[in-house]
């Protein structure tokens, strides 16, 4: 689908600086209502765009279009919004912050689009994590959300994950080598052990595991956003941390517990990269929280659709809240 922007002239960041001429590319699908509440939000991931969703989106699927305006807004950093590869500021591009999405989002859904209410906010992964930052920052507009394989908190392991990435994509001068080398150190944490034994790459298309390291991971890395981009990325990942929104303290667990957005946690039962004992904890402090484990050897990609199976399980989870139906623990 071809997207739009959104351009704004400035946008003060969480950190005290600005983001000049600052843009953000969008897709809309669907119809607004005359209210403006009928409205689903879906910010992308580390590395998508505007296309992130689309397996979720359309004429009876989970985001039904004959009922929602679903819109899907690309994250600074990602190659298409705002990034150093096509800013001004080129390597002067300023560290940007979750709450700089959800802020600039926000600008783009109220001032452009003329939305009131969010039916509902989800995204995988990055998108999990600005899933998670608006519920917290804006509770007056978000009625539900459904954070899939993501958490509130990048995590200290997490952390360590993404030191490698970042070490990874500075290596030898930001060559192209260092970038499909990141691509192989994701490989290892985006699915699990039995994934790897069955040889779940074969699902894909793939006949050995060399073939997809090189096929799909490489490609991935070699072919998306720039090196400095998904240093961006990177960063905005490692920096998620609802506690850090203004009235907190710090307190991710005081953040957490102000959330009055009804929702369905997705957690992958093998996710490496976000672990499923961190989004057990965080629905405990939720007030209208349920979790639903996306099953299988998956692990992360699990949260993406990699399989039907995960396709119809994050998509039933995601048509019953909408249906106001209680998720099952």
């Given at each position: 689908m071809d997207h739009r922007v959104f351009e704004m002239d400035r946008l003060p960041l969480a950190d005290g600086g600005t983001l000049p001429s600052a843009r953000i590319a969008y897709a809309v699908h669907g119809t607004l209502d005359a209210e403006g509440r009928n409205a689903v939000l879906c910010p992308s991931y580390f590395g998508g765009d505007h296309?992130?969703?689309?397996?979720?989106i359309g004429d009876g699927r989970p985001l039904d279009t004959r009922r929602y305006c679903v819109v899907t807004a690309g994250l600074f950093g990602n190659g298409v919004s705002s990034s150093p590869s096509n800013h001004p500021l080129g390597a002067?591009?300023?560290?940007?912050?979750?709450?700089?999405?959800?802020?600039?989002?926000?600008?783009?859904?109220?001032?452009?689009?003329?939305?009131?209410?969010?039916?509902?906010?989800?995204?995988?992964?990055m998108g999990a994590a600005?899933?998670?930052?608006?519920?917290?920052?804006?509770?007056?507009m978000v009625r539900?959300?459904?954070?899939?394989?993501?958490?509130?908190?990048?995590?200290e392991h997490n952390q360590v994950f993404l030191a490698a990435l970042?070490?990874?994509?500075r290596a030898d001068g930001s060559t192209a080598q260092g970038r499909r080398t990141a691509g192989r150190?994701?490989?290892?944490?985006?699915?699990?052990?039995?994934?790897?034994?069955?040889?779940?790459?074969?699902?894909?298309?793939?006949?050995?595991?060399?073939?997809?390291?090189?096929?799909?991971?490489?490609?991935?890395?070699?072919?998306?956003?720039?090196?400095?981009?998904?240093?961006i990325?990177?960063?905005?990942?490692?920096?998620?941390?609802?506690?850090?929104?203004?009235?907190?303290?710090g307190r991710a667990e005081a953040a957490l517990g102000s959330i009055t957005a009804e929702a369905v946690l997705l957690p992958g039962a093998r996710d490496l990269c976000f672990a499923l004992e961190d989004e057990e904890r965080t629905a405990a402090l939720m007030p209208r929280a349920a979790l639903r484990v996306i099953p299988g050897v998956w692990g992360h990609l699990a949260g993406a659709g990699a399989t039907a199976a995960d396709r119809e399980f994050v998509g039933e989870a995601i048509s019953a809240l909408l249906a106001g139906q209680p998720a099952a623990a």
């Open positions: 296309t992130a969703y689309d397996w979720l002067a591009f300023p560290r940007i912050t979750p709450r700089d999405n959800v802020n600039a989002q926000y600008r783009l859904l109220t001032e452009e689009l003329g939305v009131v209410e969010l039916q509902l906010v989800t995204g995988w992964s600005h899933t998670y930052q608006w519920a917290v920052s804006h509770p007056e539900r959300i459904a954070p899939v394989c993501g958490s509130a908190v990048t995590s970042t070490a990874a994509l150190i994701f490989a290892g944490w985006a699915a699990s052990h039995p994934f790897w034994a069955e040889g779940g790459y074969r699902e894909l298309g793939f006949d050995s595991r060399e073939a997809y390291l090189t096929g799909f991971w490489e490609e991935f890395f070699v072919a998306g956003p720039s090196t400095a981009d998904l240093l990325m990177i960063d905005t990942w490692a920096r998620a941390d609802v506690g850090a929104t203004p009235g907190f303290g």
